[in-house]
């Protein structure tokens, strides 16, 4: 074992061009390819620890033992690890983060970014990115894409060895800011790992996925060329789907409240009088709005006068995960 | 001809199975097939005269002059009877209808049921309700339906000749309420018409579409054995679906506001209590809620209590479109 304790830091992200349902849900395999921003200023870190003596893996969270759904996910995670690395100690993990649950922050893309680092460096596992994407998606699919900084996209894939992400800018290409307007912090009454695998229950999924490649294509041009505008469209179009799909499942879903429909409403206001601003939202009520470093200032200013918004997250383009060295 | 002056009755109806984008624009084939209840104590009256001095047709509302694009709509519909009944005459259209615009109540559907009856009566062609329901197509979609108390399912087809309404059952056969909860009566921003153009601009149309036929079966059964609770399943499911399509259309459609949301989420919650309701959402953000006469006058009490509803209005299955002899 080349450490007895280790700490790696990953950031969480918002996905741009969404996730929703797998083509294989035992191992993660997307229906569709998506694409993120990898959020700076917000961040989730853990400290493994290999335990000889433990019986099983342990997990704190915020300094609190977790709860049972929590320690199970982790579990699952560890023994993907022990049974890729050959070796079967288990560990302690504590995770912390610096950003509120509930807050329409998905907190699980940072952690399990931060533990298939932690984990891979613990375990002699191989740490080139396109591995280290690859075993974050066994803990959760999105945090695949937490490995990596600034602009990211899931390469779907049909199975375990091709799916993975992979970086299509650095944070300092473009200078856009998340500002998250949170209306609610209730935890949400169906979890999204529920809601992927409800997503196949929608008559409308197959159209999704299969109109997903060019919406791709536009959100990464979009990006490449910096122009905001084909970025908007493209991103609130795909907002707009995977909420139908959500919609429309067996149970249906709605994340959506009136207060986060009211938001929308005045973004596509806000931008046709030339402000460039755009939302996304996802398995929750909050809502991401993406803007231009210049503007952010003056729209969490406005956002905060909009009935209902508690509070406005700002975030940065930030890194991929890193080990913190002792 | 038969008459100089003919008067005809006929009500609006809502859609349970809702009709969203067509097959053929010119000629309103719709894209899938639609079920409704054609609604009683609501109606529009239209009385039309023949005017062998007038160089064109005449259109008032409510007493007033029509506006330009009411007139040209009536006068498309006009020459679609002229060349059917070989007749030249132009006519003198008064239309009144006893329910207000913008209460999520279609008017054009009773409107050019109304008008297709009095047009083959006075223009002398046949009278047949299919015959009726084919003409009343030419000028709104849904005004087919409209031809037809009660129940009623509009058989999609694939041209003029094929596309009608047929009956599925009397306004006797359940007593279905519908409360119409009014949340604004502003003028919507995009016609049901310029929607109906949009809907294929939306990934998920086709998707739709295709699976109609599922639905409509399940509502046809669902009315034919008077179950509510599939009934519910089936309305909502299928409101939601046209929602999707609506607001993933490219520009896209968002009739919902807040309070919209507000009253869906309500009649889930008061569903999941036992109460028999369900709601379907039309080209508005006005919400119909649909309930068992038992439970009308409580539904549209609780109603009335939630924020932002400004008027509760009642009806049940109403009669199909008639002829007021003189």
Chains 1, 2 share one sequence.
Not at 49 to 57: C, F, G, K, W
Not at 96 to 120: H, M, Q, V
Request: overall charge negative; proline content about 4%; charged content about 20%.
């Amino acid at each position: 074992m080349s450490a007895k304790s280790v700490i790696a830091i990953a950031h969480p992200n918002i996905a741009l061009i969404k996730y929703w349902g797998n083509l294989d849900d035992e191992w993660t395999i997307p229906a569709n390819g998506s694409i993120s921003m990898t959020l700076g200023g917000v961040f989730t870190q853990v400290c493994m620890t290999a335990a000889e003596n433990l019986e099983h893996d342990q997990l704190t969270m915020d300094g609190q033992v977790a709860s049972e759904a929590a320690q199970t996910r982790l579990r699952q995670f560890m023994d993907h690890v022990r049974h890729l690395s050959g070796k079967t100690f288990f560990c302690r993990v504590e995770s912390t983060s610096n950003f509120p649950r509930g807050s329409g922050i998905a907190s699980s893309a940072a952690a399990f970014a931060a533990l298939a680092l932690a984990a891979a460096k613990l375990y002699d596992l191989p740490t080139h990115p396109i591995e280290l994407s690859r075993l974050a998606r066994l803990g959760s699919g999105s945090a695949c894409r937490s490995i990596y900084g600034g602009f990211v996209e899931w390469l779907a894939g049909r199975d375990h060895q091709s799916s993975y992400a992979i970086p299509i800018a650095s944070p300092e290409h473009w200078d856009l800011v998340d500002c998250v307007a949170v209306v609610s912090t209730e935890h949400k009454a169906v979890s999204s790992r529920e809601g992927h695998r409800l997503a196949k229950t929608s008559p409308l999924q197959r159209c999704r996925v299969q109109s997903a490649d060019q919406r791709l294509e536009q959100c990464r041009q979009a990006i490449l060329q910096r122009d905001f505008e084909q970025l908007a469209d493209v991103v609130e179009w795909d907002s707009n789907l995977m909420h139908s799909v959500m919609m429309t499942s067996q149970p249906p879903l709605f994340y959506w409240r009136g207060e986060t429909l009211v938001i929308m409403e005045e973004i596509r206001q806000w931008r046709n009088r030339g402000t460039p601003v755009c939302y996304t939202i996802d398995a929750g009520p909050n809502v991401h709005i993406l803007t231009l470093s210049n503007y952010a200032e003056q729209v969490k200013e406005k956002l905060s006068q909009v009935a209902g918004v508690r509070e406005v997250i700002m975030a940065k383009a930030g890194e991929g995960a890193y080990l913190l060295e002792p």
